[in-house]
């Protein structure tokens, strides 16, 4: 079977992974193709990843001459235009980057044009992926947790990130852009929330230039039966470091996540309180790059379509609404 025929259109400092990715994947997949509105980046990206690949700083020309299976968009938020709808008209599959849009009219519009021309579409929230997330989720399928009542997540960092980053007209704030993850995973272990009330404030940057996002956040989501989630955030904990973590309190199960990947199981409804241990270094970006390319290959749904996006999306701008308002928000 032929490897499919890869694109990544935005070529900033993330995609560089995607494209490792991509030469790692060299029997299911090829990049052929680099797209940037900044010729340089896309000429770099060719000779660092694939000579003699295709250089595009336009989109539009891009499905219209590379004839790709698939394309990776790896544009900040703001870079958002008809990317979506490009890439479902030219039956190009799609696996893009988080937050997939600023605006929840724009986010439906993609899920709208993916789901009407039948591709196969991939959100970036690979957290899905981690190997004791999916331990998690399989215990949940058999059972074994009972209902989640509670359910807590950090996202802390020390960072001036990109100019683009700090604006909130841009990126929509840490919450969107970021912290975004952690309330993609709060969707995925309990389900769709019914209201959402946030605090969020510039409290550590207020004498940085055009640093207009928050820096501080506190998020308390409720769902239908009582069940409660807290995410809490702020840019400016431990330089250098990036530290995401959460804890699930379900009714025969505590959950304590290092990382996706890590995390301890105490099952409460047993004699001695038996305790699982998962210990992982899986690559769960790869392995969301897999599930795509599976899906194509075979006709099945990825883990996280676009719908998704447009959903965790929705999530957080309803918080945001809620810190301008002052008040709670009901979904």
């Given at each position: 079977m032929n490897p499919l025929r890869v694109g990544i259109l935005g070529c900033g400092d993330f995609a560089?992974?995607?494209?490792?990715?991509?030469?790692?994947?060299?029997?299911?997949?090829?990049?052929?193709?680099?797209?940037?509105?900044?010729?340089?980046?896309?000429?770099?990206?060719e000779q660092k990843y694939a000579p003699g690949a295709a250089v595009f700083t336009d989109h539009h020309t891009l499905f219209d001459q590379a004839q790709l299976d698939m394309v990776i968009v790896a544009l900040p938020p703001y870079g958002h235009s008809d990317e979506v709808e490009r890439a479902a008209e030219a039956g190009v599959?799609?696996?893009?980057?988080?937050?997939?849009?600023?605006?929840?009219?724009?986010?439906?519009?993609?899920?709208?044009?993916?789901?009407?021309?039948?591709?196969?579409?991939?959100v970036g929230f690979m957290f899905r992926f981690g190997e004791a997330i999916e331990r998690f989720k399989a215990l949940q399928a058999a059972g074994q947790t009972g209902a989640?009542?509670?359910?807590?997540?950090?996202?802390?960092?020390?960072?001036?990130?990109?100019?683009?980053?700090?604006?909130?007209?841009?990126?929509?704030?840490q919450v969107v852009e970021q912290v975004i993850h952690l309330f993609d995973l709060l969707r995925y272990l309990v389900g769709d929330p019914v209201s959402v009330y946030s605090r969020q404030?510039?409290?550590?940057?207020?004498?940085?230039?055009?640093?207009t996002i928050e820096d501080v956040?506190?998020?308390?989501?409720?769902?239908?039966?009582?069940?409660?989630?807290?995410?809490?955030?702020?840019?400016?904990?431990?330089?250098?470091?990036?530290?995401?973590?959460?804890?699930?309190?379900?009714?025969?199960?505590?959950?304590?996540?290092?990382?996706?990947?890590?995390?301890?199981?105490?099952?409460t409804?047993?004699?001695?309180?038996?305790?699982?241990t998962v210990e992982s270094t899986k690559d769960f970006r790869r392995s969301l790059t897999l599930d795509l390319i599976q899906a194509v290959r075979a006709g099945g749904e990825t883990r996280t379509p676009m719908r998704e996006g447009a959903k965790s999306l929705d999530l957080v701008l309803a918080a945001r609404r809620s810190a301008e308002s002052r008040a709670e928000v009901a979904l």
């Open positions: 560089n992974k995607h494209a490792q990715i991509i030469l790692d994947l060299k029997d299911e997949a090829r990049l052929v193709a680099f797209c940037d509105r900044n010729a340089w980046k896309a000429q770099a990206f599959h799609i696996l893009m980057e988080k937050p997939i849009a600023l605006t929840s009219e724009h986010a439906w519009q993609m899920v709208e044009a993916v789901e009407k021309a039948g591709v196969k579409s991939q989640i009542g509670l359910m807590t997540a950090r996202y802390f960092c020390n960072a001036l990130h990109a100019s683009w980053w700090r604006r909130r007209d841009k990126s929509g704030g404030e510039n409290l550590f940057h207020q004498d940085v230039p055009d640093y956040s506190a998020t308390v989501v409720g769902f239908k039966g009582g069940g409660l989630g807290v995410i809490y955030a702020t840019n400016n904990a431990i330089p250098g470091k990036w530290i995401n973590d959460y804890r699930v309190v379900a009714h025969h199960l505590v959950a304590d996540f290092q990382t996706a990947n890590q995390a301890i199981f105490t099952q409804n047993q004699p001695d309180n038996p305790v699982i």
